[in-house]
C-alpha cells in the first residue's frame, strides 16, 4: 500500500514554470512505477508522463514534450513533475499515480492502482 500527495500546484502567467511534488508514504516507494495524468474540466484523465522506479525510464504525452520534466528521489519518497512553458492548454488538476512493477513504467490510467488527491493548475494571465 502507498498513499501519495500532491502539491505545488497553483496560478501562473503564460510562458511560466512551477514544479509539482507527489509524496509516497508506505513500503517500498522505490519498488513503485509511477505516473503524473491531468484532468481538465469536461474532459477525460489524461496522460502526462511516466517513470519507471529507478527513474532511468521516462515517457511523456506528445503535449508536454520538450516542456515538462519527470523525476523522482526515492530516499525522499517523492516523485516531481517540472512544467516549463506553460499554456492554458495546460490547466487542470494533475494527480500522480503508483504502482508495484518491476523496472517498467505505464501510460494508461488502468495500470494504476494508487492515486492521489490532485492539485490544481491554472495558467491564465
Known amino acids: 500500500q502507498v498513499q501519495l500527495v500532491e502539491s505545488g500546484g497553483g496560478l501562473v502567467q503564460p510562458g511560466g514554470s512551477l514544479r509539482l511534488s507527489c509524496a509516497a508514504s508506505?513500503?517500498?516507494?522505490?519498488?513503485?512505477?509511477m505516473g503524473w495524468f491531468r484532468q481538465a474540466p469536461g474532459k477525460e484523465r489524461e496522460f502526462v508522463a511516466a517513470?519507471?522506479?529507478?527513474?532511468?525510464?521516462?515517457d511523456y504525452a506528445d503535449s508536454v514534450k520538450g516542456r515538462f520534466t519527470i523525476s523522482r528521489e526515492n530516499d525522499r519518497n517523492t516523485m516531481y513533475l517540472q512544467m516549463n512553458g506553460l499554456k492554458p492548454e495546460d490547466t487542470a488538476v494533475y494527480y500522480c499515480?503508483?504502482?508495484?512493477?518491476?523496472?517498467?513504467?505505464?501510460?494508461?490510467?488502468?495500470?494504476?492502482?494508487?492515486w492521489g488527491q490532485g492539485t490544481q493548475v491554472t495558467v491564465s494571465s
Open positions: 508506505g513500503r517500498a516507494f522505490s519498488s513503485y512505477a
Open positions: 499515480a503508483a504502482q508495484a512493477a518491476a523496472n517498467t513504467y505505464y501510460t494508461a490510467r488502468r495500470d494504476y492502482n494508487y
Open positions: 517513470i519507471s522506479w529507478s527513474g532511468r525510464s521516462t
